[in-house]
């Protein structure tokens, strides 16, 4: 019997995230697969099989690959700036601060917010005519913007978003590594002379790696996936009639799957997006995991 739960039990274990998983991620990966194969309406079902056709549509598909430039651009300005932002969040927040308690659950709360309610605010913020964005810029002799019209305007505008909801949690999980970073290392550098920026270049960011590719790759997979921001920007979403745009100028392949899948019913065109759209974040995330490990594990 030891023999037997030494050898099994682990198994026992771990099988209930597998079984999750392949009831609530592996199968639907396989099955969008097999529907991007066929000529599917959301409502009619399977009209027949078509093979690759609908590969073959979107890479010719002008719609497609502005989404893709949207939501590169979008992860691009969001994600680098949010990390670094959070980096220096949570090395401020690991020195001796009064209320220390206090900041550390404040820089939580925009990520508690709902969704809805941060899109409705920075809309406000970010208005054309009467926003508060456009009254500083007026200060100091600058042109109003309209933020929705212009392509770099509105991804400025939902990459703030993001960047606003999602900085401090990532700078709680930089502060909760940190913390565990040995303080002798710290103390012997002090005694050699060395500056905090040089420790925390040589000693921090080194000690903290396992951390940085975690949020890297989080960030990477949720930076891909953009939905709720980019749509409830637009003012059409509430008529469920959302391009990303009036000119699809922040459309990302979220929202243009949901278009083609939701409002237009096709399904197997839909499916041929999600999987495009997996491709391009599994490519993504591999080949920023190589760079963020081999620059933090410079000292």
């Known amino acids: 019997m030891n023999s037997w739960d030494t050898r099994y039990t682990p198994y026992l274990i771990i099988a209930p995230f597998f079984l999750v998983f392949g009831i609530f991620g592996l199968y639907p990966l396989v099955y969008t697969a097999w529907v991007s194969l066929h000529d599917w309406q959301l409502i009619d079902g399977d009209q027949g099989f078509v093979g690759l056709a609908n590969y073959v549509e979107l890479f010719h598909d002008a719609k497609f690959w502005n989404a893709l430039f949207n939501t590169l651009s979008l992860f691009v300005l969001s994600t680098v700036p949010q990390l670094l932002a959070a980096l220096g969040l949570a090395a401020l927040l690991d020195r001796g601060l009064r209320g220390r308690a206090f900041w550390r659950a404040g820089v ?78 710290y103390e012997s550098a002090t005694l050699d002379g060395a500056s905090r920026w040089r420790m925390f270049w040589s000693i921090t960011v080194p000690s903290i790696r396992p951390t940085i590719l975690f949020t890297v790759v989080t960030s990477t997979i949720g930076g891909l996936q953009l939905f709720a921001e980019p749509a409830l920007f637009d003012p059409g979403f509430a008529a469920n009639n959302s391009t990303g745009g009036s000119d699809r100028q922040f459309q990302t392949l979220v929202l243009y799957m949901y278009e083609k899948g939701f409002r237009l019913f096709d399904a197997g065109y839909a499916a041929t997006v999600a999987w495009m759209l997996f491709l391009v974040v599994l490519l993504v995330a591999v080949v920023n995991f190589s760079l963020t490990r081999r620059i933090a594990g410079k000292g």
Do not use: C
């Open 108 to 185: 939580l709360l925009p990520n508690v917010i709902s969704v809805a309610a941060v899109a409705l605010v920075f809309a406000q913020f970010f208005g054309r005519d009467f926003g508060i964005v456009n009254f500083l810029l007026g200060l100091v002799g600058i042109d109003p913007i309209d933020w929705r019209a212009e392509t770099w305007a509105s991804h400025l505008a939902v990459s703030t978003m993001v960047m606003w909801r999602w900085t401090g949690y990532n700078a709680l999980l930089y502060l909760a590594a940190m913390q565990s970073v040995p303080k002798d290392m």
